[in-house]
Nanobody, 119 residues
Framework: QVQLVESGGGLVQAGGSLRLSCVASGSIFRIDTMGWYRQAPGKQRELVAS???????NYADSVKGRFTISRDNAKNAVYLQMNSLKPEDTAVYYCNARVPVYPTPSDYWGQGTQVTVSS
């Protein structure tokens, strides 16, 4: 089992910045990819950014050039630096950890942290 604890959400004006943090505990040696998803009201949860253990990264097109994901394997942590925030970035952001288990990977989720961007 993997437990994830997020922090860093809040209210910010458009154009501002926030940094989200997520720390994993439990069976952390099994984790490969860690990332951030978000879910806005009435919308499906979507991938924002992810990073593998070797720091290969992937970003949603909507956040490329504005958001940066990073991992600190020594601290079992993943971070999301969000710059130039837009009102459409408003959502609950969830930390995700994926364990490559055959045949289907196991996904673990944090409790979510609210990010609200005012115009």
């Amino acid at each position: 089992q993997v437990q994830l604890v997020e922090s860093g959400g809040g209210l910010v004006q458009a154009g501002g910045s926030l940094r989200l943090s997520c720390v994993a505990s439990g069976s952390i040696f099994r984790i490969d990819t860690m990332g951030w998803y978000r879910q806005a009201p009435g919308k499906q949860r979507e991938l924002v950014a992810s990073a593998t253990r070797t720091s290969s990264t992937n970003y949603a097109d909507s956040v490329k050039g504005r958001f940066t994901i990073s991992r600190d394997n020594a601290k079992n942590a993943v971070y999301l630096q969000m710059n130039s925030l837009k009102p459409e970035d408003t959502a609950v952001y969830y930390c995700n950890a994926r364990v490559p288990v055959y045949p289907t990977p196991s996904d673990y989720w944090g409790q979510g942290t609210q990010v609200t961007v005012s115009s």
